[in-house]
């Protein structure tokens, strides 16, 4: 049963492209988070969906970060026209949803550097 | 989310029993303690949980208070594996499910030494 699944592990973009990070979610899992890990920073919470709705994006930059979670498919957060302030571990997990004590389950990050 | 307090750093010798203290004293009824740690920069990695019995698994024991405004995790015997940041979260349990966003402070460095 594999776990949690992001790629690229490592991701290099110039200033002003776009980076796509994609995240497949455990078997069985319908929810499905995003965090980021700035360098010497703690985890800092970006966005909370399930399939093809966001339930809290409270977390998420406001301009040039966008995140889905389609019916079909792997998770993706998109970063248009990055910057080097953006370049970051970012990380994602996923859990089962609906009732019960649901733990997150954390895949191995892509970490992205911005030149 | 309530907030919580742990000491920066600790050190333990391999072999021996680590015990992580965390503060949370503005908890709610409603919520969880969680447990996570990570090591050297991979994914965090979930430990245990519980709302106000003492838990124990595989992995380590969560003794919480009375008044569950503390917490202690012990890892019974510390292997050099077990360096890692352990974080220490409270998560609200609402309605029969566990809700949403884990918010991480900057939790505990442990150092297992030889």
């Known amino acids: 049963n594999a776990g949690v699944m992001q790629n690229p592990r490592h991701l290099v973009r110039r200033r002003g492209q776009e980076a796509r990070l994609r995240c497949s979610p455990m078997?069985?899992?319908?929810?499905v988070y995003w965090y980021r890990q700035l360098p010497e920073e703690g985890l800092k919470f970006m966005v909370y969906l399930q399939k093809e709705n966001i339930i809290d994006e409270s977390g998420m930059p406001k301009e040039r970060f966008s995140a889905e979670f389609p019916k079909e498919g792997p998770s993706i957060l998109r970063i248009q026209q990055v910057v080097r302030g953006d370049s970051a571990a970012y990380f994602c997990a996923s859990s089962t949803g609906g009732t019960g004590v649901n733990e997150q389950f954390f895949g191995p990050g892509t970490r992205l550097t911005v030149l | 989310d309530a907030k919580t307090t742990q000491p920066p750093s600790m050190d333990c010798a391999e072999g021996r029993a680590a015990n992580l203290p965390c503060n949370h004293s503005?908890?709610?009824?409603?919520?969880?303690v969680y447990w996570y740690r990570q090591i050297h920069s991979q994914g965090p990695q979930y430990i245990i949980h519980g709302l106000k019995n003492n838990e124990t698994n595989e992995m380590a024991s969560l003794i919480i208070t009375e008044d569950r405004k503390s917490s202690t995790l012990i890892l019974p015997h510390a292997t050099l594996r077990d360096t890692a940041v352990y974080y220490c979260?409270?998560?609200?349990?609402?309605?029969?499910?566990?809700?949403?966003?884990?918010?991480f402070g900057q939790g505990t460095i442990l150092t297992v030494h030889p």
């Open positions: 078997k069985g899992h319908s929810h």
């Open positions: 503005t908890i709610s009824g409603n919520e969880y």
């Open positions: 979260i409270v998560r609200v349990y609402a309605g029969g499910t566990s809700y949403g966003k884990l918010t």
